[in-house]
Nanobody
Framework: QERLVESGGGLVQPGGSLRLSCAAS????????IGWFRQAPGKEREGVAW????????YYADSVKGRFTISRDNAKKTAYLQMNSLKPEDTAVYYC?????????????????????WGSGTQITVSP
């Protein structure tokens, strides 16, 4: 059964760091673009980081650029989101997803509109 499972969330103080993991089971990640999005209570879903399948090109939302780093290890079937200099406004549930359409360039590389699989999310709370 195909699954994506996020882990690594938790409570962190402002300025702190966390690394999220996104592990796939039941399939390989090689042919998928991978993205992370977040959703805070009462707010719209927001894409934060993406990594292509072919050459590992990365993209970031302006709100996290310079602070977050997305990476992937296809051999381990795992993607990561390193989050540094966290701010209270980063508080949200973070989800990873994979997309063939994004990998193939059918949709823009920073779209969060077409997902093949996604996880159930992991909570990040940034608070003193």
């Amino acid at each position: 059964q195909e699954r994506l499972v996020e882990s690594g969330g938790g409570l962190v103080q402002p300025g702190g760091s966390l690394r999220l993991s996104c592990a796939a089971s039941g399939y390989t990640l090689d042919n998928y673009a991978i993205g992370w999005f977040r959703q805070a209570p009462g707010k719209e879903r927001e894409g934060v980081a993406w990594i292509s399948s072919i050459d590992g090109t990365t993209y970031y939302a302006d709100s996290v650029k310079g602070r977050f780093t997305i990476s992937r290890d296809n051999a381990k079937k795992t993607a990561y989101l390193q989050m540094n200099s966290l701010k209270p406004e980063d508080t949200a549930v973070y989800y990873c997803y994979v997309s063939v359409a994004q990998a193939m360039g059918v949709i823009p590389p920073t779209s969060i509109g077409v997902m093949d699989y996604w996880g159930s999310g992991t909570q990040i709370t940034v608070s003193p």
